[in-house]
């Protein structure tokens, strides 16, 4: 994983920093797979065990999960992990993606264009002590509010100025119930752990395509359609 200062772009070598965020790839994980994972799976890590306080271990308390954009690049690792813990996951999607992000291990899947999927409510009836909100499309506070337990809060993925507006509005009110915005702060230890998921078959990375270096334009074609299935990945 490259400095976000300075990182970025497609590239048939690139140079890092061994003491930065590098981890060796086993033979058990296939190049596309590690490719895929570093910026993706170490988000998900980081909203799960530090914004959530969530231990993957399966340890702790019951807490019932939100995820939101759950067939995304973020949001089918955060799935996995997330069913690492004691967890009851629940995990919106598009149609066509239900039994894709069920295989991941959720609980419960909803269809995001549904009524129901749009009022993100859990077909089981529970309130949530954590949303993981991977989605990017803004979804008001209005709507995740009413879903929350007494002390409840959302993990922001994918901040926007309307998310800033809600928090200086929750600290004016003393609301129990939080919106906190994820800022990055990836570790190395953190994607060896991850490797040694993928290693041990305990994580994966959905490969939603690939692309040769040569056509890279057709990637980030695909990327911007918006209907990707987890990663979408260009090789040499």
């Known amino acids: 994983m490259l400095n976000f200062v300075n990182g970025g772009g497609l590239a048939e070598f690139s140079i890092a920093s061994e ?18 994972l570093p910026s993706s799976g170490l988000t998900a890590h980081q909203a799960l065990t530090k914004a959530a306080g969530i231990k993957l271990d399966g340890t702790g308390q019951l807490k019932n999960i939100l995820i939101t ?22 995990a919106t999607c598009g149609a066509r993606n239900v039994d894709i992000v069920k ?21 089981s009836g ?16 209005s709507t995740f509010e009413p879903n929350l337990s007494a002390t409840g809060k959302v993990i922001d993925l994918t901040s926007r100025p309307s998310t800033w507006i809600t928090i200086v509005l929750q600290r004016l009110s003393f609301s129990r119930k939080q919106l906190v915005p994820l800022i990055i702060n990836p570790e190395g230890e953190n994607l060896d752990y991850l490797v040694e998921l993928m290693k ?29 299935v987890g990663k979408i990945i260009v090789e040499t």
């Not at 690049?73 to 629940?90: E, F, I, P, S």
């Not at 490969?207 to 209907?227: F, I, N, Q």
């Open 19 to 36: 003491t930065f965020i590098t981890s060796a790839r086993p033979p058990e994980v296939s190049a596309a797979e590690g490719a895929g």
């Open 126 to 141: 529970r309130k949530y002590d954590v949303v993981i909100h991977c989605a990017s499309a803004g979804i008001p506070w």
């Open 103 to 123: 295989s991941l291990g959720a609980d419960e899947v909803l269809d995001y264009k549904t009524p129901d999927g749009a009022a993100l409510k859990s077909p």
């Open 69 to 90: 954009g759950a067939s995304g690049g973020v949001g089918h690792y955060v799935v996995q992990l997330a069913k690492l813990g004691n967890t009851h996951v629940t």
């Open 200 to 228: 041990d078959g305990k994580l994966r990375t959905l490969v939603d395509s690939k692309h040769h270096l040569s056509k890279a334009e057709d990637a980030w074609a695909r990327k911007t359609d918006g209907y990707a």
